[in-house]
C-alpha cells in the first residue's frame, strides 16, 4: 500500500510532508478513502521538528500555553514546539515558567484519564491539545470534556490534519485540511458510501498506523 502514497507538500511550510494512501480503511470512530500516513513526520528528527516549527507559527502570537497534552503519539513534535514556543517568548503561567508535555492515559471505554501525579501539570493550566488528525471531532470532544473534569482550560488546539476548522467551538490550528486533499472523505461506519459500493475494506487504522486485511 505504500506504493500508492501521494506526498503532499505544506503550501505555506515545503519541508513539511503527508503522505496520503487511498483505500478503504477503518477506523475507530469512522471509515475514510484516505489513510494519512504520519509515521515519518512523528517519528523522524527533521519532520518532526519542521511540523513544530511550522505548528508554532500559527499560535505564538495569540495562546498562552502552560500544558501540551499530546494525543495520537504527538510527543516529539509536541516536545519540539514546547521549545519553539519558549523560544520565542510565549507567555506561561506555570511557577517554573516553562511548558510542561504530558500524554493521557486511556480507560477500556476510550476516556482519558491523567493519575494524580499528573493532575497538578492539568488542573488550572491553559491547555494546548495537539493531535494527529482531526475527522470525525469525536476524539477532540473526548479530550475535552477529559481536561474539563480536571479543571484545565483549553486555550487551542493544533494538528498536523483537519477536517473540521472548529470543535465545541474552538478553533482548530492544523498544517493541512481536505483543501489539501480535495478527494478526501470520511463515512459514519453505517452509512459508508464505499461500503454500499461493495468496495472491500484494505485495512483496519488509527493514529499510530494501519494492518492491511489480507
Do not use: W
Request: net charge neutral; with cysteine; aromatic share 8%.
Amino acid at each position: 500500500m505504500q506504493s500508492k502514497a501521494v506526498k503532499i507538500k505544506s503550501k505555506e511550510h515545503h519541508d513539511v510532508v503527508l503522505k496520503a494512501i487511498p483505500g478503504h480503511f477503518v477506523t475507530p470512530n469512522s471509515h475514510v478513502n484516505y489513510f494519512l500516513d504520519m509515521a515519518t513526520l512523528k517519528c523522524r528528527l527533521s519532520e518532526a521538528s519542521a511540523a513544530a516549527k511550522a505548528l508554532s507559527g500559527q499560535i505564538l502570537a495569540t495562546t498562552i500555553v502552560d500544558t501540551i497534552v499530546c494525543i495520537d503519539g504527538c510527543e516529539i513534535i509536541g516536545a519540539f514546539l514546547a521549545e519553539d514556543l519558549t523560544k520565542a517568548g510565549v507567555y506561561s503561567m506555570n511557577s517554573h515558567k516553562t511548558i510542561y508535555i504530558v500524554t493521557p492515559e486511556y480507560v477500556n471505554s476510550g476516556q482519558l484519564v491523567f493519575r494524580e501525579n499528573m493532575v497538578p501539570m492539568i488542573r488550572d493550566k491553559n491547555v494546548l491539545l495537539l493531535l494527529a488528525s482531526a475527522t470525525t471531532g469525536q476524539t477532540i470532544v473526548k479530550a475535552a470534556q477529559a481536561l474539563r473534569y480536571y479543571g484545565a482550560k483549553i486555550s487551542g488546539i493544533s494538528a498536523i490534519f483537519s477536517a473540521a476548522n472548529s470543535v465545541m467551538g474552538i478553533p482548530i490550528n492544523s498544517l493541512f485540511t481536505t483543501t489539501d486533499i480535495p478527494e478526501y472523505k470520511t463515512y459514519n461506519p453505517e452509512g459508508c458510501s464505499l461500503c454500499k459500493n461493495g468496495e472491500k475494506i484494505d485495512a483496519f487504522a488509527n493514529a499510530f498506523g494501519y494492518s492491511k486485511i489480507e
